[in-house]
């Protein structure tokens, strides 16, 4: 591809073999008028020809020929033939331009642009009105390569200036890049089969929420074939990961978080949580020896809620160990963790034929220092592109196309924080990918230079195949890096199954939410113009009127300014919660805050130790631990950045000492002889009753248990397996306000006192002759 500056321009031999993310434009454009500023002198030409030529780039809005730098007309653009005149290829957010002079014949003049133009952008053939002093669209159309695209029309002698000179110019822009784009899923790239890796340069892997299967294969309430069934979910991602890395060019490997279940509220045994920690860490260890560059985050089940700190993410997943992976890489590094001994939040380092990218990791609960610790890095390297993976960001959407999360925006977990301090604040971000919410969806927002950010969600955990939650889908994202696309799959290598929506139990979506292509802002992304001729009709060929049916110039319109974000309708408030009284090791009812915008975020901040905050669900529960008086605060932020805050006092009591028993009077032995059984002495009463059958509706005892999406806390079984009834539109971690501590003791795996004896007493009260313990799954 022959390239020029945008000074004076090249002539190049014309090859229709280009990458797709060029624009060829074949330009016939109709003649400049006089610009004040020019001062070159008009060669002898035909009237046919363009006498001088321009070129560069514009943003929003194509200047006056005035603001233009105009030269000799480059010959290549007299003749429809190989020779062609290129711009640079300029994006993703601005467009070329290409501008001609030519001498008007008088009347109405035929003119026409011929080129070779990509069909994913479009090319406007423009005429200057000296009238109005504003630019009037002349034709528009898509590409057609690799043939010709020929804009044509009739221009009258009123776009001549005083000494008989017009202006035309031709721009080239790439809708996908616009502000103001409607962009949806491509439903033609639903094609049940991988992209052809002719056609992509790299791929990245993207696993998330794989807490079913970390816990399901140490489950102890599973037998080592049920515990294989949830292992080898992993275990095959991990594997075809590794199997595929030549062949589906994975250059690298991102899981967004809740890698395991059982570390999320203040009563999950951590011996339960070290066990999935190190079956996780084993399976990530397999993508580790095989030396693929890769990233991990912990989500709120791998962290509290982000209120346990991320000491135990670190212990199985630290900087270390990622240091010390990375001199096995080849062209990518472990760039480091936003502070020292904590790699929650960190990034990476890599390329791909030429191309340099970088990916940062936020975690779940991350803070304001964490994200502006995300900017100061992205900024330090604003030539690189850039991929934002954090756990939560979007919500799932209840639409059957996946198109925006539910709410207002549909952000989680200060999500709405991540979108106006990070995405929106960095001209390089080009794309967000989370997990945390069940199901799918995808956004298009912009970032700093205002380039559009593809933001997507994939979370498959609730995905059952055979009532159990373990199928094991994750993405491949295979990327086009000249196009500026990115082709996304679906896939399950335990099932071997491309596209998930057939095995979500609530039917949501449609397949194109699993196989679809989306325009990305890398900067490679650009549009290129190729002229190859401009002209404009000799005397002969003008008439007094233009043909019949001839459409008339129409003016551009203005720059469109971008839907502006919603505004808030009403203020934000939280109801104020009165004073409580709790006793320590006793578990409290669940405390739940009222805030009257179901997008906001709530942070809970001084609670006593034992208790948690669980933002999803607005919530405080667990055991206290400790007596005293502790001043709740509990602060709410909506997607606007206003902020309100409301205390109340929590008191804890000590438990009440149990007072000691009584002493009871017993009689005193004798030695008096007892009365011996009269034998003839016979009962004199009869049964009134048969004999008790035993209950018909004695608990059942499933093999796989459920998880309950609906926050009733409802269900107690065991890992992974499923028959409720969610909210159909994705939710995540509801069902964490259990409505007895019993349920949630159930599902961390360890037995309770209390629980085991009441449910020992009650079957055997009906006849049944086992006992076993059901625990409840969370998302």
Known sequence: MCKNSVETGTCCQRTFHRPTAFLSVVAVSL????????????????????????????????????????????????????????????????????????????????????????PSREVTLLAWNYETGAWDQLRTESGAAPENTVLEAYLSEDYANETGQTHLAVTGEDGHMARTEEWAPDEFGVTNEFADPADYDFSIAHVTDTQFLSEGAVDPDLDAVGQERFAEAYRAQMDWIVDNEDSRKISYVAHTGDIIENWMLPHHPEAQAREEFEFASEMQSIIDDAGIPNGIIPGNHDNGWGTFGNDMFNDYFPAERYEEAAANWDNASYGGPWEEGDNSAHYDLFEVEGHEFIAVYLPYGHNTAQRNWAN??????????????????????????????????????????????????????????????????????????????????????????????????????????????????????????????????????????????????????????????????????????????????????????????????????????????????????????AVNDEDANVEFSELPAGLVGVPDAREITGIPEAAGDYPVTVTATDQFGREQQMSFTMTVEDAPEEPDPEPTDEPEPTDEPQPEPDPTNEPTDEPTGEPTDSPTNAPSVDPVGDVDDNGTGNDTDTAGSSDDSGDGAGTADEDTQATSFGDRLANTGAGSTTILVVGALALLGLGTGAIMLHRRKQA
Do not use: C
């Not at 989680?412 to 799918?440: A, F, I, K, P």
């Not at 230079?449 to 195949?465: A, K, R, S, T, W």
């Not at 808030?568 to 104020?576: A, F, G, R, S, T």
């Open 376 to 593: 100061d890095v992205l900024q330090a390297f604003p030539d690189r592109d850039a991929f934002l993976f954090t756990h939560a960001y979007l919500r799932a959407s209840s639409n059957a196309d996946a198109s925006k999360a539910i709410g207002n925006i549909g952000y989680g977990d200060n999500g709405h924080l991540l979108r106006s301090q990070v995405v929106e604040e960095n001209d390089n971000l080009v794309m967000v990918s989370s997990g945390h919410y069940h199901g799918t969806t995808w956004n298009q927002n912009f970032n700093g230079d205002g380039g559009p950010v593809f933001e997507m969600l994939g979370d498959y955990q609730n995905y059952e195949v055979g009532g159990e939650r373990n199928t094991g889908f994750m993405r491949l994202l295979q990327f086009d890096i000249d196009a500026g696309e990115v082709k996304v799959n679906t896939y399950s290598p335990k099932l071997d199954a491309i596209g998930a929506t057939g095995y979500d139990p609530e039917g949501r979506y449609i397949e194109s939410t699993d196989e679809y292509t989306a325009p990305l802002s890398l900067s490679s992304r650009g549009t290129t113009l190729m002229t190859d001729q401009v002209r404009i009709g000799e005397d002969s060929e003008s008439v007094t009127e233009p043909p019949e049916g001839e459409e008339t110039p129409e003016p551009t319109d203005p720059p469109t300014e971008p839907t502006p974000d919603p505004q808030p309708e009403q203020d934000l408030v939280i109801d104020q919660q009165a004073d409580v009284t709790v006793t320590a090791g006793t578990e409290i009812e669940p405390i739940t805050v």
């Open 31 to 118: 003649g400049l008028t006089g610009l004040g500023s020019v001062i070159v002198p008009a060669p002898q030409a035909a009237a046919a020809e363009a006498t001088a030529s321009a070129q560069g780039r514009f943003t929003d809005e194509l200047g006056s020929p005035d603001t233009m730098e105009f030269t000799t007309a480059d010959s290549a653009i007299a003749a429809v033939d190989d020779q062609t005149w290129d711009s640079e290829n300029i994006g993703p957010t601005e467009s070329p331009y290409q501008a001609f002079e030519l001498e008007h014949p008088g009347e109405f003049a035929p003119v026409s642009w011929t080129g070779v133009v990509d």
